[in-house]
C-alpha cells in the first residue's frame, strides 16, 4: 500500500549535518508512522528515531537532542535532521512504515525504503 525511497546521505565531517528524506506514496500516508532505523557494519540494526501519525517523536536516547524527525504530510515525505554528527551515527539509514504499534521494534515494519549511507569522519 506504500513504497518508501530514502535519500540524503553522504559523507560529512565530525560536527556537520545531513538531511535525510523518506518520500512515500500512497494516498493514505498520513495514516503511516515511520521509523528509522541503522545499520553499521558489524553492528545489530538499530532503532535511531520514529514519527507517528499524529506526529508525535520519539528517538534513540544516543540521538537526543542532535537529531529531529518531522513530517510533511502534504509531501508525503518524512526528514530526519541530523546535527552534531559523530563517527558512531555512521550506517546504511532505513526508513519504514508502518500502522502498527511498538515504534521502537525493528519487527513492527512492513514497508522499507532501499536505504541511504550516512558516513561521518572524524
Known amino acids: 500500500q506504500v513504497q518508501l525511497v530514502d535519500s540524503g546521505g553522504g559523507l560529512v565531517q565530525a560536527g556537520g549535518s545531513l538531511r535525510l528524506s523518506c518520500a512515500a506514496s500512497g494516498r493514505t500516508f498520513s495514516t503511516y508512522h515511520i521509523g528509522w532505523f541503522r545499520h553499521a557494519p558489524g553492528k545489530e540494526r538499530e532503532f535511531a528515531a520514529c514519527?507517528?501519525?499524529?506526529?508525535?517523536?520519539d528517538y534513540q536516547d544516543s540521538v537526543k537532542g542532535r537529531f529531529t524527525i518531522s513530517r510533511d504530510n502534504a509531501k508525503s515525505t518524512v526528514y530526519l535532521q541530523m546535527n552534531s554528527l559523530k563517527p558512531e551515527d555512521t550506517a546504511a539509514y532505513y526508513c519504514?512504515?508502518?500502522?502498527?504499534?511498538?515504534?521502537?521494534?525493528?519487527?513492527?515494519?512492513?514497508?522499507w525504503g532501499q536505504g541511504t549511507q550516512v558516513t561521518v569522519s572524524s
Open positions: 514519527i507517528s501519525a499524529r506526529s508525535t517523536p
Open positions: 519504514a512504515a508502518t500502522v502498527q504499534p511498538l515504534l521502537r521494534l525493528e519487527r513492527s515494519y512492513n514497508y
